[in-house]
């Protein structure tokens, strides 16, 4: 093997770990679609039940993930080898073919977000939002801009473990936690937030009680895609840890900030949307970028907020994006030997192409996005479950244990749960997805991942 284990590259710090999954937790999904989706669904009893996939479903799963790449230090491919179940890498596989759609679809957002940044600073968009949005969504400007998002995501992961997916995430990950904080704080000044406060915090039982089978899967989608799971990207980030860490405690750190950032990006849509009166259920990927970025167009230093919004969204979204694309550089560098820069350049070239004919047309990038967010993500999830839950569940369980606090109790109930519970809720929300796929005529729309 080119690469021996003893030369992998381990995060300097634990604290180091935490950011940068934090990071990759961290993204346009939080910042962009909860807010919306959870408008779109119900509101504020949408996010009790995203909530409870959280912690119910999410939390646990994030487990298996860490455990498998803790044990395996290697690749999401190689760790099952590594494991003693060779037989099972498929499963590492099929969720690094998802980092490779999702990074092809996520990086064309990153390029609409960098439009939004020189629009913040031209002012191009505070006249007609959704002019703007329309001239930048697809064609040479999407084009540019998915390029440029994917230079930068090539360059910090070219960098390597510890001089650019550490270093970058312990940058961006605190700032974008303080930028939103402000933007809350300035938020809660506004004249009409209040209305928005109430439309986001007042649940309406009878939304959800009549379309429980649509919000389950959507629940459940956005809660394994805003943790990064069911990509193999966890295995990834969890491979480079030594022994010595609690994984039950760094993952329930890393749930918590992940979901107060999720909520913290609700204190920051909703009232200003309110002071302008737009309706934020009136979704949709276009209404999104339109609506919000429209309302920073009209309020009194709406343009150095617009700017300091964008940014953040910016670094959440390359927080995210460099570890969608460590997890193919991890396994094709460590199993042909490559370097690493060069992998980073001809992979992130190749998911740059694979991106192009979702900046043509809308209907391919939705189509991206519905077969991760209704097919691979649940797929691949299903299978860690059932390898970690049945099938290395001795050696699993015993990592899970090492250097945690938790006791036994705690492994043996999560190994139970693992067992049962996750293979249930995502056999559930298969079906569901499935079948809507299938109903509205194969296409979720983008809203899902953008609102
Ligand atoms: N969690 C990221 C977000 O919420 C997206 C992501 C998914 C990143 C999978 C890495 C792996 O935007």
Redesign the pocket.
Known sequence: MPTAMSEREHWTSRIGFILAAVG???????????PFQTATNGGAAFVLVYLLVVVLVGFPAMLMEFTIGRRGQSNPVKAFDNIGFGNWSFSGAFGLV??LV??AF?SIVGGWVLSYILGSVTGAYFGDAGAYFGSIATGPPAVVGHAIFMALTIGIVALGITGGIERATKVMVPAIIVLLAGLSAWAFTLSGASAGYEYYLTPDFDILSSNLDSIIPYAVGQA????????S??IAYSSYLDRDDSLPADSGAIVIV?TAV?LLAGFVVFPVLSTIGVNPGSGGAGTAFTSLAGAFGQLTGGAILGFVFFVTLLF??LS??I??LE?PVSYVSETYGYERSRVAVGLGTGIFLLGLPATISQTTFSWYNAIVFNFIIPVTVLMFALFVGWVASDQLSEELSLGSSFGDTFTVSWLWWVRLVIPVAIGLTLVLGIQSLLLKGGIIDAAI?LG
Do not use: D, E, P
């Not at 937790?25 to 909860?34: M, P």
């Not at 394994?224 to 990509?231: D, R």
């Open positions: 990759s937790a961290v993204g346009l999904g939080n910042i962009w679609s909860f998802g980092t999702t990074l996520y394994f895609f805003t943790l990064s799971l069911g990509f990207t966890m992940n999720a959440a979204g995210s994006s570890s969608l997890v991942i």
